[in-house]
C-alpha cells in the first residue's frame, strides 16, 4: 500500500470560522496532520453560532462548528499571552509544514507569528493567511464576514428579481468560494517546496479571490461600461427557463430548454404537440417575446404534477429539469447518495452527527478520510506528550497554570 | 529573478479540453504558471458565442466570456474526433501533466480518448473531468445546466425571497465550483504522482461542491430537528427552540434599501464584532431614529435564541431608517468613519472604484493588440511571497499558437501544417 498524498505533512492550524478550514480540510481527507489552536477564553466563533443541539447555546454543541470540521483534526487549547504558551507554540511551528490563519491583520501579528516571525522559526515554511481584505493596504485590519463578502463580490447583485433590490446569497456564499482558491494555491505551494525547497506565503483577499468568478461580468464595466443586471430565473438563450411550481407545499421544480429540438420534446411531454406548431412560441425569439405566457403554459402543467415526475418525465425526453431540492430531498437524493456524499460521524456531545462530507470530487486510486470535529482541547494530552515530547509532569504544570 | 516571474506550477503542462463548464479549471492552474494549452475545434469553441461581446460585436475573437476565462491559455485548433487529429492529441498527451475535460459523459470514451486509453500512452498523465452530475450514478446523463444543478444542490430552495419562487443566479455559478474541484483534485493528483510515480483520474461533480456551500443549517436542522429551512430573502432567520422542543425563529433583516440600491448590515454580537454593532446603535441614534429600544439595549448579553421579534425589528428599524435617508457611498463612508461593518451590494462599477483593491494593486491592464485596446482585468486571485499568480498572456485567439506549438515544439513541417488543415485535423 502506498502512502496518503499528504501523509507527512503538518499544519498548525489557526484558523476560524468557515474559509480556513473549508481550506484545509481537503488536506485532511487525504491525509494531512492537522493540529488546531484554540484557546478556551477564545475559541472558534463558529463554536458561538447556531443551530446548537437541543438548542443548547454551547460551544460543543454548535452545528455550524461541526459542519466546517469535516477533516480530521487535533484539536488543543493554548493561551498565548502567557510565556509558557508562546514557548509551545514555537514547538509547534518548528513541527508544521504549514502555519494557516484567517485572521484579519494584527492577530497572528502580535504573538510575533507573522510570516517573519514564522520563518525565523521554521525558514521553509508556507504560511496560508486568508481574511477579508488581504494583508495589505488601509483595510487588513477590519474582521470579515461571509454575509458582507456576498455583497461586495456581486454575489447578492446577481441573486436577484429585476424588479426589485436583491434577494441576496442565502448564507456566506463566498465562505466556499474563497476556500477552493487557497486549496489550489497551498497544493501548488507543496508541490513547488518539495521541487525547489523554498517555502512560500500565500496573502488571500476573499474579495478577490471572489471576484475572479464574475471575471466576463466585470470586463463588460470595463469595457462595455454595462454594470450588473440580474434577470431572476430567466437567461437570455432559453426559454422557457425557470424554476415551477409543482404540486405540493412548497415544491419546485427547475426546467430548461434551449434549443427547437428541447422544445419539441417538451410539448410532446406536456401532451401538446402541436405546440409547436403555435407561432407564437414556434421559436426561441419567439418563446422569449411571449415568456410570460409560456411561463403560465409551463405551470398549468407542472402544477398538477410532483416535482419528482416533472423531472424525470422531462429528463427521459432530454429536456433539462430538476427538482427544487429542499435539505429532507438532498438527504434522500439518489445521486448524492451514490457519491455517499453525507456521512454520519459520532460526536462525543451532539451524538450522531449525519451531515459531515467529503471533497467535491473522488479520485480514481485514493481514498479520502472524514473526520468529526472536536472537542475544545480533545487532543491536549496527545499532542503535547506525544507530538511535542513534554513530559507528564511538566503537561500537569502547563494545565495547572492554565497554559493549556 | 527569472524564477519570480514564473509561477509555482511552471514545469507542468495541461491540456484543456473543456467548453464553457469547465475554463477555470485551467485558467486557475495557468494563473499559477503551468503552461496551458486550450484545445479548439477548427471554427473555436462553441463557447465563444456567449456574450458579453466586446464593443457588443458578437464575433468568437471578441466574446469577453471567453476573454475572461482563458487567461493564461496558449490556444491550438485541434479536431479531436478525426483519426489524424487523435494521433496528435495522444503526442501531445505523452508530454503532459494533466488533460481537463467536460463533454457530456462517455464522450471522451466514444472517441477512445478515455482515461484508460491515455494512461496506457502516459502512465503519470492525470485526468479531470468537469460535469453537473458526475461520471457515475443514476443522474449522470441528466441534463445539467446551471439552474439545474442550483435547483438539485439545495441551493434554490433556500435563496430568495418568500414570497416568490426560489431563485438562481443570473450567472452559471454552479459550474465554477466543478471546475475549482476539478483543479484541486488534479493538484493532488500530481503532488502524490511525485511518490507514486503514476497519474489517475478526478471526477468532480458540481452538485457535490454545490451541496456543500448550502452550509449547515438547512442539514442540520433537517437531520437533527426535522426543521426545513426554506428562502428567506433579504432576512436571516435565527432559530429560536421553543419550550416544547419545536424550533421558531426570529427574522432579522441582513440586506436594508437605501436611497439607491442596497445595504448589508447584520447586529452580530460575538466579542469581536461588538464594536460594529454598538457603533451602529450608536449612529442611529446620533441622527434622531433611536428608540427606547436602541439607547437601551446592551449587546453584550443579547441572546438570540431569546430575544422578542418585535425587539428585533424595533431597533433593525432604527437602522432601517437611517439607511433610507441615505446613498450607498454616504453611507460606507460614514460606516468606514465609525468601524461599522456596514457594506454596500457591490454592483462592477462599485468594485472598480474600491480603494482597497486598487491599493493591493488587483486590476490589471491587459493589452490587446488585435484590437487595439488595452483592457482592465481582475487580476491575482491570490498574492504570493515568491512567484507570481497573475495574467501572463490574454486569452489566445482561435489556432493563435497552431505554429509555436506543432511546428516550434513537435517538430511538424509547414507543409505538414497545411496538410493537416487541409485534412481538416487541426
Known amino acids: 500500500m502506498t502512502s496518503r498524498p499528504f501523509e507527512g505533512i503538518n499544519i498548525l492550524d489557526f484558523t476560524w470560522t468557515a474559509t480556513g478550514p473549508g481550506t484545509l480540510n481537503p488536506l485532511a481527507f487525504y491525509g494531512a496532520t492537522i493540529i488546531k489552536v484554540e484557546s478556551r477564553g477564545r475559541f472558534d466563533a463558529l463554536r458561538s453560532l447556531g443551530p446548537f443541539k437541543d438548542g443548547?447555546?454551547?460551544?460543543?454543541?454548535s452545528y455550524a462548528f461541526a459542519y466546517s470540521q469535516a477533516g480530521k483534526r487535533y484539536n488543543i487549547t493554548l493561551n498565548l499571552s502567557q510565556p509558557k504558551g508562546m514557548e509551545m507554540i514555537k514547538k509547534l511551528v518548528a513541527w508544521a509544514d504549514i502555519v494557516a490563519d484567517s485572521y484579519s491583520t494584527g492577530t497572528m501579528e502580535r504573538w510575533g507569528l507573522d510570516y517573519e516571525g514564522v520563518k525565523k522559526i521554521k525558514p521553509d515554511i508556507i504560511m496560508m493567511r486568508t481574511c477579508m481584505h488581504g494583508h495589505t493596504g488601509p483595510l487588513s485590519k477590519q474582521h470579515g464576514q461571509g454575509f458582507i463578502l456576498t455583497a461586495l463580490s456581486g454575489v447578492d447583485a446577481l441573486i436577484s428579481w429585476p424588479d426589485r433590490a436583491p434577494s441576496g446569497a442565502y448564507g456566506p456564499f463566498t465562505d466556499y468560494i474563497a476556500p477552493q482558491f487557497n486549496t489550489i494555491a497551498l497544493?501548488?505551494?507543496?508541490?513547488?517546496?518539495?521541487?525547489?525547497?523554498?517555502?512560500?506565503?500565500?496573502d488571500q483577499s476573499q474579495h478577490e479571490a471572489a471576484m475572479q468568478v464574475i471575471s466576463p461580468l466585470i470586463l463588460d464595466y470595463t469595457v462595455n461600461q454595462r454594470d450588473i443586471a440580474p434577470c431572476g430565473n430567466r437567461l437570455s438563450y432559453a426559454a422557457p427557463h425557470g424554476i415551477y411550481r409543482c404540486k405540493g407545499d412548497d415544491r419546485w421544480c427547475a426546467i430548461a430548454v434551449f434549443t427547437d429540438e428541447e422544445w419539441a420534446s417538451f410539448c410532446k411531454v406536456i401532451g401538446k404537440p402541436a405546440l409547436t406548431e403555435d407561432p407564437k412560441f414556434a421559436t426561441l425569439l419567439k418563446r422569449k417575446e411571449n415568456e410570460d405566457a409560456l411561463d403560465k403554459l409551463v405551470e398549468s402543467w407542472t402544477g398538477r404534477r410532483t416535482a419528482e415526475d416533472v423531472m424525470k418525465l422531462m429528463q427521459a425526453a432530454g429536456v433539462a429539469a430538476g427538482v427544487v431540492s429542499n435539505a429532507k430531498d438532498m438527504a434522500e437524493d439518489p445521486q448524492m447518495k451514490y457519491y455517499n456524499f453525507f456521512v454520519e460521524r459520532e460526536h462525543p456531545v451532539q451524538k450522531k452527527i449525519p451531515f459531515y462530507h467529503g471533497p467535491g470530487f473522488r479520485l480514481s486510486d485514493e481514498t479520502y478520510e472524514v473526520g468529526r470535529s472536536n472537542l475544545l482541547g480533545e487532543h491536549n494530552d496527545y499532542v503535547f506528550t506525544k507530538i511535542l515530547g513534554v513530559s507528564d509532569e511538566e503537561f500537569a504544570g502547563l494545565v495547572a497554570e492554565g497554559v493549556i | 529573478m527569472a524564477e519570480n516571474n514564473e509561477g509555482m506550477l511552471s514545469p507542468y503542462r495541461v491540456l484543456d479540453l473543456t467548453n464553457e463548464r469547465g475554463f477555470f479549471a485551467g485558467k486557475l492552474l495557468g494563473d499559477l504558471g503551468a503552461d496551458v494549452i486550450k484545445i479548439e475545434r477548427s471554427e473555436g469553441d462553441p463557447a465563444r458565442r456567449f456574450g458579453p461581446f466586446y464593443h457588443d460585436i458578437p464575433d468568437p475573437e471578441k466574446s469577453l466570456f471567453w476573454m475572461g476565462l482563458n487567461t493564461n491559455k496558449r490556444g491550438i485548433t485541434l479536431n479531436i474526433e478525426s483519426d489524424g487529429g487523435k494521433a496528435i492529441f495522444k503526442k501531445l498527451c505523452e508530454k503532459a501533466d494533466i488533460v481537463f475535460e467536460s463533454f457530456n459523459h462517455g464522450y471522451m470514451e466514444s472517441l477512445g480518448l478515455g482515461y484508460g486509453a491515455l494512461a496506457e500512452i502516459n502512465p503519470r498523465l492525470i485526468m479531470a473531468s468537469i460535469s453537473g452530475f458526475g461520471q457515475h450514478g443514476p443522474y449522470r446523463d441528466y441534463k445539467a445546466p446551471s439552474i439545474v444543478l442550483w435547483a438539485l444542490s439545495g441551493q434554490g430552495y433556500v435563496t430568495g425571497d418568500a414570497d416568490r419562487p426560489p431563485l438562481s443566479t443570473s450567472y452559471p455559478v454552479p459550474y465554477f465550483f466543478g471546475a475549482m474541484q476539478a483543479a484541486i483534485g488534479a493538484l493532488i493528483a500530481l503532488y502524490h504522482r511525485a511518490v507514486t510515480g503514476r497519474g489517475q483520474y478526478v471526477d468532480a461533480p458540481a452538485l457535490l461542491s454545490l451541496a456543500w456551500a448550502v452550509g449547515s443549517d438547512p442539514q442540520g436542522l433537517w437531520l437533527n430537528d426535522k426543521t426545513l429551512v426554506t428562502r428567506s430573502g433579504r432576512y436571516w432567520p435565527r432559530p429560536q427552540p421553543r419550550p416544547d422542543g419545536t424550533m421558531g425563529y426570529v427574522n432579522v433583516p441582513l440586506t436594508y434599501p437605501c436611497k439607491d440600491g442596497g445595504v448589508k448590515f447584520f447586529p452580530f454580537v460575538e466579542e469581536?464584532?461588538?464594536?460594529?454593532?454598538?457603533?451602529?446603535?450608536?449612529w442611529a441614534?446620533?441622527?434622531?431614529?433611536?428608540?427606547?429600544?436602541a439607547r437601551t439595549v446592551d449587546w453584550s448579553t443579547w441572546n438570540w435564541q431569546a430575544v422578542?421579534?418585535?425587539?428585533?425589528d424595533d431597533i433593525t428599524g432604527c437602522f432601517a431608517r437611517l439607511f433610507m435617508q441615505h446613498t450607498k457611498a454616504e453611507l460606507w463612508e460614514e460606516a468606514q468613519k465609525r468601524g461599522v461593518q456596514l457594506y454596500p451590494v457591490f454592483t462592477a462599477?462599485?468594485?472598480?472604484?474600491?480603494?482597497?483593491?486598487?491599493?493591493?494593486?488587483?486590476?490589471?491592464?491587459?493589452?490587446?493588440?488585435?484590437?487595439?485596446?488595452?483592457i482592465t482585468y481582475p487580476g491575482a486571485f491570490?498574492?504570493?511571497?515568491?512567484?507570481?499568480?497573475?495574467?501572463?498572456?490574454?486569452?489566445?485567439l482561435i489556432g493563435e499558437h497552431n505554429e509555436e506549438i506543432y511546428i516550434n515544439e513537435m517538430g511538424m513541417s509547414r507543409k505538414d501544417l497545411v496538410f493537416l488543415k487541409q485534412a481538416g485535423d487541426i
Not at chain 2, 441614534?285 to 429600544?293: N, Q
Not at chain 2, 491570490?382 to 489566445?396: E, H, K, N
Request: overall charge negative.
Open chain 2, 272 to 282: 469581536g464584532m461588538l464594536p460594529s454593532t454598538n457603533g451602529m446603535t450608536k
Open chain 2, 308 to 312: 422578542s421579534q418585535e425587539l428585533v
Open chain 2, 349 to 374: 462599477e462599485d468594485m472598480l472604484n474600491f480603494p482597497q483593491l486598487s491599493i493591493r494593486g488587483y486590476w490589471e491592464k491587459v493589452a490587446h493588440p488585435e484590437l487595439g485596446d488595452t
Open chain 1, 187 to 202: 497544493i501548488a505551494a507543496l508541490d513547488y517546496r518539495r521541487r525547489t525547497g523554498k517555502g512560500q506565503y500565500i
Open chain 1, 56 to 61: 443548547i447555546p454551547e460551544p460543543e454543541h
Open chain 2, 382 to 396: 491570490t498574492q504570493l511571497g515568491v512567484g507570481s499568480c497573475r495574467i501572463r498572456r490574454r486569452a489566445p
Open chain 2, 285 to 293: 441614534i446620533e441622527e434622531g431614529f433611536g428608540t427606547e429600544a
